[in-house]
């Protein structure tokens, strides 16, 4: 697979957990992280493995989050394989930055977090 098949997956995946956020879909969020992901939100905590990442999503969108957008998008290759995203984002309560979203294609040809730290930095 060259570098740019790999990087139009890892954009269809960011699109899919955008369109999942804003659908409310918290399973459909977290089934685009890997089996063994790590979570870092800030301040938040952080959650490891899928469950848990699925259980912080459903907490934020029962507590009304929604309609996120990013800004500011950025694209590196990581040196091990796959791309990482960093970027702004916003949504109707809250705002801040993904510090870095480590999306690699997995065995079955879709893309995943494998690793996540975003930062909530304030309240709209």
């Not at 694209?75 to 801040?96: H, R, V, Y």
């Amino acid at each position: 697979m060259t570098d740019k098949d790999m990087l139009t997956l890892c954009k269809q995946g960011i699109n899919a957990w955008q369109q999942a956020f804003n659908n409310q879909d918290a399973a459909g969020c977290a089934a685009l992280y890997s089996e063994d992901c790590i979570m870092e939100a800030k301040p938040l905590g952080t959650f490891t493995g899928r469950a848990e990442i699925l259980e912080c999503w459903k907490n934020i969108i029962e507590q009304g989050f929604s309609d996120v957008a990013y800004s500011n998008v950025n694209w590196q290759p990581a040196q091990d394989g796959g791309f990482i995203l960093t970027s702004s984002w916003e949504m109707n309560k809250s705002f801040g930055v993904v510090h870095r979203e480590h999306w690699v294609v997995e065995q079955d040809g879709k893309a995943r977090l494998q690793s996540d730290s975003f930062e909530i930095q304030g309240e709209r």
